[in-house]
């Protein structure tokens, strides 16, 4: 293939790129599942000799070296051009404004049903299931209610409590007008996760007291000093045993990869054209700092490296979160229409509260699945 054009846009270049393929199994039923069942995710795998554009996803494609190059000088492009100090103070300063404005102008139209969520993470089937029991769920940063809608909407237990958080007031009253909203299993508040003081808890729940936290997109929208005032909120709220199921932006994904100018505001770290901002992660970053970050001393940046990175593990403390699952979720997604090929990359995983003197669960291969946004 002939080098990509250093100029080009994303477009250009997500129409030039020939992703890697393995090679053909022979195997008739990996066949079947892309034909057959549009659900059966990471099983997609493009093999030699298959036509990228026949199906709209390949699972667990990485990306060429080509590609990989470009990315980088685009990531270069990015920190040339920064945004400037005033932007920055902007986009900083106020974000819960930006994010307002967000909910303001799109009106419902960010509603996507994850049907996913269940098969994803399966604590939350088992939270749903008919005679569980009393169980609390926080969706933090929950916009309109995409996982907590989803989760009342096939729930059998009577028990289930779901708090619904954002700290947009907006994205709460589009969840409290929601046709789903019925308060005896769901209720919206606004709250900033990264709040310290009397409001650091959402209205309603105390220390201790919630049995599985959601993270879908939100740790991404907080800039890098914010992560440690969250997860210490975080781990306040869980009961010991608790979970946080996570799921967010990785490096790479074509998203970051198409900010142009002025978006820059640090190192993975952009502001979008709607000035809400946006974090892309790496999957040792992320270990580090849910694997690495303790109550006594949290996530101990050091001075030169503001990234998240701590300094020394946690093996100080029994007091901290346990990672059970962590992955790059991968994809090629093919805009058959236009020929594109695009690439996105998440990152997904499901960390605990440790439990003192208890042993790290067994950790079963993460499952990876469909998100839906795929536009360009
Ligand atoms: C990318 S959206 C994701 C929304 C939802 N979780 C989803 O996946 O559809 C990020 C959400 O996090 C919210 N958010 C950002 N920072 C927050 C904070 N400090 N506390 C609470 N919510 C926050 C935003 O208002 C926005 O609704």
């Known amino acids: 293939m002939p080098a990509l054009p250093e100029d080009g846009d994303y477009i250009t270049i997500a129409q030039l790129v020939q992703p890697p393929t393995v090679p053909a199994s022979g195997d008739p039923t990996r066949e079947m599942v892309k ?3 549009p659900f059966m995710f990471g ?30 000088l685009q990531y270069n492009k990015q920190r040339e ?22 909910y303001k102008n799109h009106n419902q139209n960010f509603f996507k049903n994850r049907k996913w969520l269940q098969q994803e993470f399966p604590i939350l089937a088992e939270v749903t299931k008919r005679g569980a029991g009393r169980k609390v769920v926080l969706e933090v940063g929950a916009g309109a209610g995409n996982t907590a809608f989803p989760l009342v909407n096939n729930n059998e237990n009577e028990e289930l409590m779901v708090h619904a958080c954002d700290y947009s007031k907006n994205a709460v009253k589009v969840m409290r007008e929601s046709e789903s909203y ?15 003081g009397e409001d650091s808890l959402p209205p309603g729940l105390e220390e201790g007291s919630v049995d599985v936290i959601v993270l879908i997109f939100i740790i991404s929208a907080l800039a890098p000093n914010q992560w440690n005032a969250a997860l210490n909120n ?23 990869v198409r900010f142009k ?26 270990r580090n700092i849910w694997g690495g970050w303790t109550p006594e001393k949290g996530l101990q940046l050091d001075d030169d490296n ?18 059970i699952n962590l992955a790059k979720d991968q994809r090629l997604l093919v805009n058959r229409q236009k020929k594109l090929k695009m ?15 208890d042993q790290l669960e067994d950790a079963t291969p993460e499952k990876l699945t469909e998100d839906t946004e795929t536009t360009l």
């Open 35 to 37: 034909r057959v069942d």
């Open 261 to 286: 100018k002025e978006r820059y505001l640090d190192e993975n770290f952009y502001c979008r054209g709607d000035g809400t901002r946006v974090y892309f992660f790496e999957l040792e970053e992320l």
């Open 234 to 256: 975080v781990y306040r709220l869980l009961k010991p045993g608790g979970y946080v199921l996570f799921r967010d932006y990785g490096r790479g994904d074509l998203a970051q």
């Open 306 to 323: 503001e990234k998240g990175q701590p300094t020394q593990p946690a093996t100080v403390s029994e007091n901290r979160f346990e990672v």
């Open 182 to 196: 019925d308060e005896k299993h769901v209720r919206a508040d606004v709250w900033d996760v990264t709040a310290e």
């Open 81 to 102: 051009n920064p945004a400037s100090d005033f932007h920055k103070n902007l986009y900083n300063s106020n974000p819960a404004k930006f994010w307002d404005r967000f």
């Open 343 to 357: 690439y996105r990359c998440w990152m997904q995983g499901r960390f605990r509260k440790r439990v003192a003197g």
């Open 43 to 72: 099983q997609r795998y493009l093999e030699e000799g298959n036509d990228i554009f026949k199906y709209n996803a390949w699972d667990h494609v990485e990306t060429d070296d080509d590609y990989k190059a470009y990315a980088e």
